[in-house]
């Protein structure tokens, strides 16, 4: 039936051991997440402030007893007890007086900060930044122009969420290429060049086994150009990905823009007037438009 998934024998979307405790993602969907959670008897728990306070995270209790210590008091939680957060203050913390079942229900993505992957993943792109020093920081920009565009497009919330892990992976692939032809200041050969368009095909096998399957195929098409002229497979217009479409314009501003070692970044106008110029051409005009805007309402351009 459409729209109905069933879970059944123990289906996990995916599994992440922490300490004694295990994490099992059940179903993701607009944002939200349902996640199954073990810990052993005698092992605290913590709660954290969420990053958007707004966040509401709920716990139930599915089997054993745990307790909930504050300054002045000493409550039980047994099963089917249960407690949520939202606007919260400070960490708070459990003690699992048994082995505990817990089922922890967010309105925010929460699972991506417990995958080993992902954090590995995180230490790479890092790896890149030390090798090519604008790296790192190029992916906090291009992240925060592709959700300037986003957000005047309205997208999901999962979207968003792809959005947000692929543009932070979208270099990862930069790991194989060598220091120096990062780093060349004068053209690039026809061979280094090759060498560069790899990245995308190899960040793409990098995240492909992540969970969250969208973002590989993100990964593996921000340098694809409407028409045609881009890399690794030269696909066209309606082919590519919306959210690669949006990484590529923030990408390509952001490169224009940022200082390199070797050269000083083009003022915000000039690099808008270079993707208005190819609007239509590599970049989808709907979007760049949508981005003139959002940049003018931040007062990055002026009107
Ligand atoms: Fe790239
Ligand atoms: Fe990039």
């Known amino acids: 039936m459409t729209g109905l998934k069933l879970g059944k024998g123990g289906d996990r979307i995916e599994t992440e051991k922490h300490g004694d405790s295990d994490f099992s993602l059940l179903a993701r969907g607009d944002g939200s997440e349902v996640i199954f959670q073990t810990i052993k008897q005698g092992k605290m728990f913590y709660v954290h402030p969420a990053e958007e306070a707004e966040t509401m995270e709920f716990f139930y209790i599915l089997e054993g007893e745990c307790i909930y210590k504050n300054d002045d008091e000493n409550i039980t939680l047994k099963q089917s007890d249960y407690f949520y957060v939202q606007h919260l203050q400070e960490s708070v913390f459990f003690s699992a007086l048994t082995d505990m079942k817990i089922l922890w229900y967010t309105t925010q993505p929460a699972f991506h900060l417990l995958s080993h992957r992902i954090v590995k993943l995180t230490s790479v792109v890092k790896q890149v930044e030390e090798k090519d020093n604008y790296t790192y920081q190029h992916s906090c920009r291009v992240q925060e122009y592709s959700f300037k565009i986003a957000r005047m497009l309205k997208l999901s919330k999962d979207r968003l969420e792809d959005l947000y892990l692929a543009t932070v992976f979208h270099d990862v692939g930069k790991i194989n290429i060598p220091e120096e032809i990062l780093n060349k200041s004068g053209r690039l050969t026809e061979e280094e060049f090759d060498i560069i368009k790899r990245h995308s095909y190899d960040g793409y096998v990098m995240v492909k086994d992540l969970y969250y399957t969208n973002i590989s195929h993100i990964i593996l098409q921000h340098h694809e150009r409407l028409d045609g002229s881009g890399y690794p497979y030269g696909i066209k217009e309606d082919d590519i990905m919306l959210e690669a479409k949006i990484i590529g314009i923030a990408d390509t501003f952001d490169a224009m823009t940022s200082d390199r070692p070797y050269r000083k970044g083009l003022d915000p106008t ?34």
């Open 270 to 303: 000039i690099a808008m007037a270079e993707l208005k110029r190819l609007s239509g051409i590599h970049y989808d005009s709907h979007l760049v438009d949508l981005f003139e805007k959002a940049l003018i309402l931040d007062g990055i351009l002026k009107k």
